[in-house]
């Protein structure tokens, strides 16, 4: 199995743009998280989606951000606008149904200009 | 709410030297309790885990025993390389929402030969 692929791996855009941040889960798993990694704040829960419905997206820091999961095998994560602050690494995890271990991609490096 | 605690670092070693990592926790019920890895430049993979009391997880020379009696997951290794520089998380099974986890902070470990 390739594992958790996210797309891009390095993103450098300007304040005031969209970015759109893409994930590719592991085939079968029912579970889909987005988290973001920065070093005041750690590694932070952002939404997490169950059978591609969103089930928890109290993390998600204001309604600049949005996160989409159209069909089991891929889920976007949006900003817009991009602001210097969302700086961070984003991981996007995934895991199987009934087991609690989840699996973590390589994570997109963001740099908001 | 469940909360995780974990040891400060940065904490620095030589190699062969013995490894603890203190994490503790805050849970209503009885969670399963984790430990992540993150390599330099990598996403979180899940270096061992323990889903009852009294339980041991262990992998790769790494252990951690689930003592419900003071909340504590500790990580221990008996004999640490380089390689084994990494960040560690603890991590607990948040039970009022299936699959979800909240992690420590962090423990940036590095080993010096």
């Known amino acids: 199995d390739a594992g958790v692929i996210q797309s891009p791996r390095h993103e450098v855009t300007e304040m005031g743009q969209e970015v759109t941040l893409r994930c590719k889960p592991i085939s079968g798993h029912d579970y889909l998280f987005w988290y973001r990694q920065t070093m005041m704040r750690g590694l932070e829960l952002l939404i997490y989606f169950n059978n591609n419905v969103p089930i928890d997206d109290s993390g998600m820091p204001e309604d600049r951000f949005s996160a989409k999961m159209p069909n089991a095998s891929f889920s976007t994560l949006k900003i817009q606008p991009s602001e210097p602050r969302d700086s961070a690494v984003y991981f996007c995890a995934s895991g199987p149904d009934s087991r609690e271990t989840q699996f973590f991609g390589p994570g997109t490096r963001l740099t908001v200009l | 709410g469940n909360s995780v605690t974990q040891m400060e670092g940065p904490v620095t070693l030589s190699e062969e030297a013995f490894l603890t990592i203190n994490c503790t926790y805050t849970?209503?019920?009885?969670?399963?309790l984790f430990w992540y890895v993150q390599y330099p430049g990598e996403g979180l993979q899940l270096l061992l885990k323990?889903?009852?009391?009294?339980d041991k997880g262990s992998n790769k020379g790494f252990e951690a025993t689930y003592r419900k009696e003071t909340t504590s997951f500790h990580l221990e290794k008996g004999s640490v390389q380089v390689s084994d520089s990494a960040v560690y998380f603890c991590a607990l099974s948040d039970i009022q929402g299936a699959q979800k986890l909240v992690f420590g902070q962090g423990t940036r470990l590095t080993i010096n030969p």
């Open positions: 849970a209503t019920g009885y969670p399963s």
């Open positions: 323990a889903t009852k009391a009294d």
